[in-house]
């Protein structure tokens, strides 16, 4: 499984290359952004280096998929990503502070998780920080349900079982 442009009314999910380190440290820069993911702004430098193993995919031998996407509104606005093994996704979203509140995030997770379901995906999950109201709402607005399993102190979030 491989990134594909994925395209919305007002989104294009890019696949992610180390060519967007810049454009995506601008949009990740405000330290607010790490409220509750923790650390702080990565520098261009960091994320060129961070975007080029993700873009190399994981180690050989194993059946993960790496795959990322850049979100773009009129400019790289945030990410999309899904780690997928054996049909199951777990995945994630940010979007820089000044796109936040827009349904960006919303948007562009909808779109990732279709797009996941017409490649055989079946079941996905999120970790969310217990504090991170915004994120818990994309996640319930994806029709995710939280469990009372942690991760790292933060939230499972899984899709209901198929009926």
């Not at 961070?50 to 795959?67: E, F, K, S, V």
């Not at 994630?92 to 960006?104: E, K, L, M, S």
Request: proline content about 7%; hydrophobic content about 45%; aromatic content about 4%.
């Amino acid at each position: 499984m491989r990134a594909e442009t994925i395209t919305t009314s007002r989104l294009i999910l890019e696949p992610l290359t180390a060519g967007h380190a810049a454009e995506m440290a601008r949009a990740l820069r405000d330290p607010a952004l790490h409220e509750f993911i923790g650390g702080s702004p990565a520098t261009e430098e960091e994320l060129r280096s961070r975007y080029a193993r993700m873009a190399a995919g994981p180690p050989p031998g194993g059946d993960d998929a790496w795959l990322n996407w850049v979100v773009r509104l009129d400019r790289a606005v945030g990410c999309v990503q899904a780690t997928v093994t054996s049909g199951r996704a777990a995945v994630a979203w940010v979007v820089g502070v000044p796109w936040q509140g827009r349904g960006i995030a919303t948007e562009a997770a909808r779109a990732l998780v279709a797009w996941l379901g017409e490649h055989g995906v079946t079941e996905i999950v999120a970790t969310i920080h217990p504090g991170h109201a915004a994120s818990s709402a994309v996640a319930r607005r994806l029709g995710l349900v939280p469990t009372d399993d942690r991760v790292d102190g933060e939230v499972v979030w899984r899709s209901p079982p198929s009926r």
